[in-house]
Every structure is written in C-alpha cells, then in structure tokens.
C-alpha cells in the first residue's frame, strides 16, 4: 500500500529538484533519513526543500527529522529515494530538448521507475497546455500510469484499473503519427499480457514492465 501523505511530500520535492538542480541532493539526505532512527544534520540549502515537502520537521537548529506520526514510512522512504535519485540524475541528458520533448521523457523516466503517481501529476500538468492531438496522446500515457498507481493504492481495483489501461491504450492507437507506429505497438505488445492479467486477477505485482514513448529506455 503507498502512504497517500508520504507519497505527496515526495513528488513535491521532486519538483523542487527539477526547479533547482542543487536540491536534488536532497535524497540523498532523505535514505540516510530513512535509515537513521534518530535526528540527521542537514545543509541549510537543502533544509528549505526538505521542509517544504511536509515529510521532514526541524530537530535542533542544524537537523532534521521524520515528522512524528511518519515515522512507520521509513521502509517506503528507503525504497522510494533512490528512485527519484536516478531520475533525477537523468534529467540533465533530455535539457536540450523541446518542452513537450522534455515532458515526455521525464515522464517515462518516472514510470520506469515505478513512480506512476509522479508520472501521472508530471504529464497532467503537460497535458494541461497541450491542445489536440497530442491532448489525447498525453492523456492515453497519464491514463495507463493512473491503472499501475490504482493497483498500488488497491490491489483488488482490477476491474479500475483494467478499464484505465484499455482507454489509454485506445488512445495510443490513435496517436500512432505523433509517438510512431512502432513505439506504439511496442507498448500495445509489452502491456498485453499485464492487461489479461488485472482482467483475470492473476496479476501478481502492480510493477510495469518498462515502456518507451520518448525515445528513452534507460533510467
């Protein structure tokens, strides 16, 4: 299950990390957080960020630590760190790119990272300024992230979940012009045998296989 609270402080300092490059450090500090029981001492150019995030309360005038009540998150903290580590540290290899370009492979770097909710929120807000076709495009990718993250939240949302997948996937199929006919059928092929699966309840891990749709397939 994904602790909605931790999981929003996150993706919040995520963002910042996109913002400011000098704080993507900063999960660093938050898996020694995760593995500490006790207060950390933190720099104070990363103290605003992991303040912000609402995950984090001052302990002394040098240190951090866990808020009281998310202590019990640490596991989910240790896990989730060093994946936004990695994406973030990707991001400096799509800079160069168009604005819709960018989006696109941040957001695929998410999602092979298993962080489907970043990639949802991050290419929503894309989406919000896009106008068709590339509206339904983006909507078909937010969409399947959204099915992988509901099965994250409830595991026993198949029939959700399912029908997320199938309406991103119809989507896709009609933006074969703008992504390529082969990427799309590339991810039509890899999520075929996960959508039988949510369908018939064998399913046995909400983890996606890796899809492309920038272009990308490292992270």
């Not at 993706?11 to 029981?37: H, K, T």
């Not at 370009?101 to 962080?115: D, H, P, S, V, Y």
């Not at 959204?146 to 979940?161: N, V």
Request: hydrophobic share 40%.
């Amino acid at each position: 299950m994904v602790p909605v609270q931790v999981r929003d402080g996150l993706y919040r300092l995520f963002c910042l990390g996109l913002e400011n490059p000098s704080v993507s450090s900063s999960f660093d500090w938050v898996l020694a957080c995760a593995q500490s029981e006790g207060p950390l001492r933190v720099a104070q150019a990363l103290r605003g960020a992991l303040e912000q995030s609402g995950l984090f309360a001052a302990a002394g005038t040098e240190s951090l630590a866990v808020k009281e009540g998310l202590s019990a998150f640490r596991p989910y903290l240790r896990d989730r760190a060093p994946r936004y580590r990695r994406v973030l540290a990707s991001v400096p290899e799509v800079a160069a790119l168009g604005e819709r370009e960018r989006a696109l492979a941040i957001g695929e770097l998410l999602f092979n990272q298993g962080l489907y909710f970043d990639c949802h929120e991050f290419l929503e807000g894309r989406w919000r300024k896009e106008r068709e076709p590339w509206r339904t495009c983006l909507q078909g990718i937010i969409q399947i992230a959204a099915a992988f993250h509901k099965l994250e939240l409830e595991p026993d949302a198949r029939g959700g979940a399912a029908e997320l997948l199938e309406k991103g996937l119809a989507r896709l199929s009609r933006s074969r012009d703008l992504l390529g006919a082969e990427t799309v059928s590339g991810i039509e092929q890899a999520l075929r045998e996960p959508l039988e699966a949510v369908r018939s309840g064998g399913l046995r891990s909400s983890r996606a296989p890796r899809l492309s749709w920038a272009g990308r397939s490292k992270a």
